[in-house]
């Protein structure tokens, strides 16, 4: 009997994980002002300061280090081509598992010197 309401158990705790893993919604969309590529890679210096949502696949983790978070290369489409923004992810967003070849929508700040600095991630 003992042995039955195990397997019952185990039984309906996998359906119970297996319903969560499938039934998650896919992050929010950010809403704000869309970055202009073009001006990014021409002059992104230009852009410090500002705010600016941007959404691309994730390429590579070019940097990671637990004191000071880490900074992705992110592949915007642009038309027929694709261009890549570096974005720094500070330490306080680091519970955000960033995986590679997934799309993501980032708010980011340019801070001096051009370097694009998230503010929320949201996964798409």
């Given at each position: ?6 397997i ?12 969560m ?16 590529m ?15 949502v ?27 081509s ?26 980011v ?16």
């Amino acid at each position: 009997m003992g042995v039955i309401l195990g397997i019952i158990a185990v039984v309906a705790a996998a359906a119970f994980a297996g319903k969560m893993v499938f039934s998650q919604k896919p992050g929010k969309t950010l809403d704000g002002t869309r970055l202009d590529m073009p001006s990014a890679v021409e002059n992104a210096n230009s852009l410090r300061g500002n705010e600016y949502v941007v959404q691309g696949r994730i390429d590579d983790q070019l940097r990671w280090d637990p004191d000071h978070g880490q900074v992705i290369s992110l592949r915007v489409e642009n038309g027929d081509s694709g261009e890549f923004l570096a974005i720094e992810i500070p330490p306080s967003l680091s519970n955000i598992n960033i995986e590679r070849e997934q799309d993501y929508a980032f708010r980011v700040r340019f801070r001096e010197g051009g370097i694009a600095v998230a503010e929320e991630i949201s996964r798409l």
